[in-house]
């Protein structure tokens, strides 16, 4: 940074990946954490629920898109409020209400409350998810970026991983209301931690609002030898406008590199969203009993940690379009195998890899929607990116309930999914290596 007046970008390029950066991640990782759990409890809950409200399983096929619904609408929405008020603080508001949504949720006498209770969650969940992405990006160092955020994504699919090994006792002692009121706790605990610990963005302070007193304190904290009278604030922004930060995601600039991404997220959460919702009640009338359905459905999860590390890895690199070729083959080629390999230990190793190649993508496909994007217009895209993405995981329950009411075996179901995974293949063929410069 010699030579010249240094700008937000390049004081926070300069760090190391530690001190408020990492902490900073951390918490963000935390949140994604709280989140993976949320989406994936309400699978795992079905069984009791369908016997204490003596309802077939598939009837919950609406409350199982429930939270997605409102996942997909809030970060449509609602996530972009970040742009206007701060990373921090919307994220902070929609983790607590996700707590209090979801202990509300534990209350439910009926399904249409359910539902009502679900989608809240959802909804609060979507107005933080883009803003978590969002500060985590902004304040991790260029060279580190892809990796960082792909690394952090992992935590959704850790907790939805963890969710299969808690639930279970968490159902035997207090039922399914127990494991709600769990979920309910951990937002209100991240949320309070991020107002009291993390800072705002930098760069969204330097764009929206230039004259805040926190930007000194901030830069203080994260370059303590740094005077900061000496950055300049007109670097942390980008050529994009800050005004209808909608149509700037289509503009002639952002326009391929969209519409590429939101195809590629509708397919893939379609696909994780069948699996997420309905591997339980698959796997269990396979002939797995339902403690071992429960902890065998969140294999998909476990095996999408190893492939977001592996994926993460090539991000930095600037191999985008071969991290998702090998991703997205790898679920294509394992979900087809499902009606070729005897139930049992294959299927172990089918889950795990089919679900290193689904969710590995789409943390893949997370990390590129804050890549892709300025800070003008990041929280905007990112949550363009879910709600696009979110109608995908909004009709794969659904279409997972139709299939099995057709009596489809849960072979066939799996090898189905194998179709959206190659379709996205031929899509990667046209990602440019630039579009990761933001």
Known sequence: MTGHRPDIADVIDAQKMAGTPLLVAFLAALALLVDGYDVQVMALAVPSLARDWALPETSFGLALSGVVIGITLGSGFLGSLGDRYGRRTVLAVGLAGTGLATMATALATTPGQFVFWRVLTGLMLGAGLPNCFALASEFTPLRRRSMMVGLMNIASPLGAFSAGFLAPPVLEAFGWRGTFMLGGLAPLLVAAALLVLAPESLKFLAIRRPTDPRISAILRR?????????????????????????????????????????????????????????????????????????????????????????????????????????????????????????????????????????????????????????????????????????????????????????????????????????????????????????
């Open 222 to 438: 994260i370059a303590p030898g740094l005077d900061p009278a000496s950055v300049r604030l007109d670097g942390a922004g980008s050529a994009a406008a800050t005004h209808g930060a909608w149509r700037e995601l289509l503009s002639h600039e952002f326009r391929t590199r969209t519409l590429l991404l939101w195809a590629m997220l509708w397919l893939n959460l379609f696909n994780l969203y069948v699996l997420i919702s309905w591997l339980p009640t698959l796997l269990h009338q396979a002939g797995w009993d339902m403690t071992a359905a429960l902890r065998g459905a969140v294999l998909i999860q476990a095996g999408g940690i190893g492939g977001g590390i592996a994926i993460s890895l090539f991000l930095d690199r600037g191999a985008s379009r071969l991290a998702l070729t090998l991703g997205f083959a790898l679920a294509a080629l394992n979900l087809a195998a499902f009606p070729l390999i005897a139930n049992g230990g294959g299927w172990i190793a089918l889950l795990l890899l089919a679900g290193a190649g689904t969710s590995g993508c789409q943390l893949a496909l997370n990390a590129l929607s804050a890549a892709y994007y300025p800070p003008a217009i990041k929280a905007t895209g990112i949550g363009a990116s879910l709600l696009v993405g979110g109608v995908g995981s909004i009709i794969g329950p659904l279409a997972g309930a139709v299939l099995i009411e057709q009596g489809l075996p849960a072979t066939t179901i799996l090898a189905l999914l194998a179709v959206a995974p190659t379709a996205c293949i031929a899509m990667t063929l046209l990602i440019k290596r630039e579009w990761q410069a933001h």
